[in-house]
Structure formats: C-alpha cells, structure tokens
C-alpha cells in the first residue's frame, strides 16, 4: 500500500491528463478515469490501491501452486541421474566381467596349447629314439661290411696263399654275421615303415571347457538398460541387457559371446 502510493501514479496512454489509478477487473488492466467512463462502462473498475492486496494473493496462490511441477522436475532430474549411475555402473561389471571370462580362457587355451605341445614332444621321443638306434646299426653295419671287403680284397690281391688259407674262415664269418644282422636291420626296417605310415593328428581337448557349462553359465548376467525418449529425454522403459558368455571355444563365430537388449 506504501509503495503504490510512493511510486509515481503511471500515465494514461491514451488521455494527456489521464493518471492510471484505475484497474478495470474485467479487462485485467490499468485505467484511467476518462478510460474507465468511456470504455470500460458497466465494468468492474477498482482504485488501484484496492487491487493490490487482491493481486498479491493471486501471485501468492500462483507462486504456492507452482512448487508442485517444480518438484516433479526435481524428481526426473533425480531419476535420469540414477539410471545414468546405474547404467555406468552394470556396463563396468559387464566389462570385468568380459575380461574376467576371457582371461580365463585365454588362460585354459594357453595351457591346453602347452600341454599338446608337451604331447607331441612326447611322441616325437618316442618314435625318434628308436629310429636314431636303427641309424646307429646302419651306420656301424654299413662301415663293418666296408672294412671286411677291403681286407677281403686286399688278402685276395696279396696272393699270400697262407694268409687266404688262414683268414678264410675270419672273413666268411664275418660276412655270415654280416648277413645276419642284415636280416636284423631289414625286420626293423618293418618298425621304420610302421613310423613313415603312422599320421599324427590332433584335435584341441579344449573343446572340453564346454563340458562345464554349469561354470560358464554362472558368469551370465542380466543388466537393466534405459532407453530414452529422443524427443522428450524422458526415461521410456528398461530393457534387460543380456551379457552371453562364451559358451566353448570360439572355434567358429556362433561360439562368440554378444551382448543383447531386448525389451522386458
Ligand atoms: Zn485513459
Ligand atoms: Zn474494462
Ligand atoms: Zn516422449
């Protein structure tokens, strides 16, 4: 009321002399005297300062009804910000656990690769030993043969008859036992055959982590996702976020782990 008074009292726009100490309820506006008789007759006109008290407890009543959507506001703020942590949160489980699994079976297959390895060195001591000892006899029995024909040839060349007379029975012995271990090497030429024919394969046991399926299916989790609106960024509903793990070995792509939303 003090401050209506102190203020200067606005002027009418449309009459020179025309102070607007005049609010026409009707029309929602400030008049002044010669506007409140010409064009606001029949209206509602009260002096302004009998208005005041009336339009205060309008924007009071206005003010008190507009916390209401304020806080609904608030609360979507809140909202979006906790599903934002949430999402965060779920896809850096869902990443640890990624690598957590993959670790694991790079680990398994690191392992398994070793231990064919260690297998494989294993047949090849095996069958190569044997062989190496075939090719020690072919070599001492190759050098014997040579060295019982240059003394045979030599004794033969000599003409020394005492000398043919008595190495005869040494070098025919000699060439019998000679004869003799060939027939040895020939059979063992049989094995050697057995080792040419023999084909190594392998197929990875890591095919097996399948076999633990109880294991691997503990490492499925099922995250929430959010999805919203594009127009109003309003949250529109929760999809499950499906982490599949790896469920063997990724020998071929079906066996890949993939990430899936899918509404609830
Ligand atoms: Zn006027
Ligand atoms: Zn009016
Ligand atoms: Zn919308």
Not at 48 to 59: G, M, S
Not at 102 to 107: C, L, N, P
């Amino acid at each position: 009321m003090k401050g209506i008074l102190a203020l200067e009292v606005p002027q009418c726009s449309e009459h020179q002399k025309g102070k607007l100490r005049f609010y026409c309820t009707t029309c929602s506006k400030l008049v002044c005297r010669d506007c409140a008789i010409v064009g606001h007759r029949g209206h509602e006109c009260l002096e302004a300062k009998n208005r005041v008290n009336i339009a205060k407890q309008n924007l009071q009543l206005a003010i008190e009804n507009s916390g209401k959507p304020v806080m609904s506001v608030r609360q979507i703020s809140a909202k979006v910000d906790a599903a934002t942590i949430s999402v965060e949160k779920q896809i850096d489980d869902s990443e640890r656990k990624v690598d957590q699994q993959y670790d694991q079976v790079i680990e398994r297959l690191n392992a398994d690769r070793n231990k064919l390895k260690q297998e494989l060195e294993k047949i090849k001591t095996q069958q190569c030993t044997p062989l190496q000892e075939i090719k020690d006899e072919v070599t001492n029995w190759t050098e014997a043969m040579e060295n019982t024909q240059v003394v045979a040839k030599k004794i033969m060349a000599a003409e020394n008859q005492w000398d043919i007379l008595g190495m005869e029975k040494d070098i025919t012995d000699a060439f019998k036992k000679l004869h003799d271990d060939d027939v040895a090497l020939n059979n063992k030429h049989l094995s050697v055959q057995e080792v040419l024919s023999t084909i190594i394969t392998f197929s990875p046991s890591v095919m097996n982590v399948s076999n633990s399926p109880s294991q691997m299916s503990n490492q499925v989790t099922r995250n929430r996702l959010y999805n919203r609106c594009p127009t109003c960024r309003e949250i529109r509903n929760r999809t499950p976020l499906k982490f599949q793990p790896v469920s063997g070995i990724p020998v071929n792509e079906n066996l890949l782990g993939t990430v899936q939303q899918s509404p609830r």
